[in-house]
């Protein structure tokens, strides 16, 4: 079985910065994909950075320039820098990891991690 744990949520003010950490724990063979999607109240979940090993990442289009999604290809700890936060960035952030074991591949999430920004 695998665990994925946020960690780094919290209270910021519109202007200001967090940083995520994602650490996926288990039985791991490699992990070939990370990343972290957010989902506002009543609203559905949407991808706000993407890696797959040995590729560029991907942003959604709201956070490009302000988020930077940082991971070695290997089992450490994926991070999410966020800066210049706006109200709009509120949100539960989810961690994603698509890890292969021994006996397949499978996808998990994080349980998530509350971002609030205060305007």
């Known amino acids: 079985q695998v665990q994925l744990v946020e960690s780094g949520g919290g209270l910021v003010q519109a202007g200001g910065s967090l940083r995520l950490s994602c650490a996926a724990s288990?039985?791991?063979?490699?992990?070939?994909?990370v990343g972290w999607y957010r989902q506002a109240p009543g609203k559905q979940r949407v991808l706000v950075a993407h890696i797959i090993s040995g590729r560029s990442a991907n942003y959604g289009e709201s956070v490009k320039g302000r988020f930077t999604i940082s991971w070695d290809n290997a089992k450490n700890p994926v991070l999410l820098q966020m800066n210049s936060l706006t109200p709009e960035d509120t949100g539960v952030y989810f961690c994603y990891a698509q890890i292969s074991h021994s006996w397949g591949t499978g996808d998990y999430w994080g349980p998530g991690t509350q971002v609030t920004v205060s305007s």
């Open positions: 288990g039985s791991i063979v490699r992990i070939n994909a």
